[in-house]
């Protein structure tokens, strides 16, 4: 059992720092397409919220799998 936590916790920490580098990359892409324009800003907003929605319903089904 003890051996099956230590499995999981290091895949978990896996995901997790996978999570922490996609949203260090999206405050950095924010940040700087800020400062270039308006309509930089606006085409990145839509285009991560489009990402978004599939990155995440991807690390579901990878999340599921870890596992097995």
Do not use: C, K, W
Not at 4 to 22: D, F, K, P, S, W
Not at 58 to 66: C, R, W
């Amino acid at each position: 059992m003890a051996g099956e936590r230590g499995l999981i916790a290091r895949h978990a920490g896996t995901v997790l720092v996978g999570q922490l580098a996609v949203m260090a990359f999206g405050v950095t892409d924010t940040i700087i397409a800020g400062r270039y324009s308006e309509n930089a800003l606006a085409a990145l907003s839509v285009g991560a919220a489009i990402f978004i929605s599939v990155y995440v319903s991807l690390m579901g089904v990878l999340q599921a799998l870890l596992p097995v």
